[in-house]
């Protein structure tokens, strides 16, 4: 099994350009997440998913959308990049509620915008 | 805002020793779970401790739950170089649904 996998690793936006982060799990779990990391700080959580089909906002929302057409794919799309959007991106899942199980994270994305 | 909050921010420890960590949290859980982060690396999850629980082990990790003072504790035991990390306590909300981290203890094991 990969696992979560994350596509890029790396990307460089202009401000106001649009871009989706991917990712994708192969271990039929219900439960997804993305995460945003800022230097010095845990992770916050940007949208989750509870199920195909099925998203919500976590704690800071604003500027990002996503949608889970299917159970293994959840991207995350930033309509118009900011530079506050500069940060490491993860995706998790997890096979049960966010909290009542572990999570299995993806390698991240480091995003920076100009 | 950050549910959980570690303590201390940072630890430098020599290898052989051992690492405690602290996590204090606001709200009441259902759970709470460590993770550990090696740099530029995503999470690995290392224990859940449910909030009727008090006590967990896994190798050489200990972790400690004190629901009346909303607080808990990992104990890293004969500490490694490989330790080298930064490890962070999660806490769930009410309905199971939102993991809240808190900002991490970087721990540095020299060898």
């Known amino acids: 099994n990969a696992g979560v996998t994350q596509t890029p690793k790396f990307q460089v936006l202009k401000t106001g350009q649009s871009m989706t982060l991917q990712c994708a799990q192969d271990?039929?779990?219900?439960?997804m997440s993305w995460y945003r990391q800022d230097p010095g700080m845990g992770l916050r959580l940007i949208h989750y998913?509870?199920?195909?089909?099925?998203?919500d906002q976590g704690e800071v929302p604003n500027g990002y959308n996503v949608s889970r057409s299917t159970t293994e794919d959840f991207p995350l799309r930033l309509l118009s990049a900011a530079p506050s959007q500069t940060s490491v991106y993860f995706c998790?899942?997890?096979?049960?509620?966010?909290?009542?199980?572990?999570?299995?994270f993806g390698p991240g994305t480091r995003l920076t915008v100009l | 805002s950050q549910q959980g909050e570690e303590d201390p921010q940072a630890l430098s420890i020599q290898e052989g020793e051992n690492a405690t960590m602290n996590c204090s949290y606001k709200t009441s859980i259902n759970n709470l779970q460590w993770y550990r982060q090696n740099s530029g690396r995503g999470l690995v999850h290392l224990i859940l401790i449910r909030s009727n629980e008090r006590e967990k082990h896994s190798g050489r990790l200990r972790v400690t739950l004190d629901t009346s003072k909303k607080s808990s504790s990992l104990l890293i035991t004969a500490s490694r170089a490989a330790d080298t990390a930064s490890y962070f306590c999660?806490?769930?909300?009410?309905?199971?649904?939102?993991?809240?981290f808190g900002a991490g203890t970087i721990l540095r094991v020299k060898s």
């Open positions: 998790a899942s997890s096979s049960t509620g966010l909290g009542y199980n572990e999570q299995f």
């Open positions: 999660a806490t769930d909300d009410p309905y199971g649904n939102k993991l809240v």
């Open positions: 998913s509870v199920g195909a089909g099925i998203t």
């Open positions: 271990m039929n779990h219900e439960y």
